[in-house]
Each structure stands twice: as structure tokens, then as C-alpha cells.
């Protein structure tokens, strides 16, 4: 089945607090959907080190506009792990 276009959402989520994404981007492609994902990681390195220590038990949780979890990675690692993904 083809790739349609469609809204998600990048909210960042740990034990005790969420940042929710409340606007989306509308992305055309499971290859748009991932580049994202490496440019909202790219930000937050840009606005300060990614330091495992500040940013352990966080995950980048991405939903739908339905709010069902199409992807989560882990962010306070070494590096972003994927420990779901339903993309189709």
C-alpha cells in the first residue's frame, strides 16, 4: 500500500513530564517521516549537547493525527534508538 500524506506529531516524553507537539507537519513519505526525526534530534543538539545524563529516560514518541503511536525512540542513550515503529 502507497505512503499517504498525513499529519504526526513529534512530542518529547519522560517519567514525569511531556512536551507535546501541538501542531504536526504534514509528511508525504516514510523517508520525510524519518529525516524529520533526524533534523528535530539535529535541533536539540544545536540548542545544547544532547548529555545523556540530562536527557536519560527520554523518547521521541511520534503519533498520528488520531494520536496513535507510530514510533518511539529512545533519545537519552548514547544514540537514538527505535524501540517501536508502525509506520504503515
Do not use: K
Not at 52 to 68: C, F, K, L, Y
Amino acid at each position: 500500500m502507497p505512503f499517504v500524506s498525513r499529519r504526526f506529531f513529534f512530542n518529547l516524553v519522560s517519567d514525569t513530564e511531556t512536551i507535546t507537539d501541538e501542531e504536526g507537519i504534514v509528511l508525504s513519505s516514510e523517508g520525510d517521516v524519518l529525516s524529520h526525526i533526524a533534523q528535530a534530534l539535529s535541533d536539540l543538539q544545536r540548542d545544547g549537547p544532547l548529555d545523556p545524563d540530562e536527557w536519560q529516560g527520554w523518547q521521541m514518541v511520534v503519533t498520528d493525527s488520531s494520536g496513535r503511536e507510530l514510533l518511539r525512540f529512545v533519545i537519552g542513550n548514547a544514540g537514538p534508538d527505535c524501540i517501536r515503529s508502525s509506520l504503515n
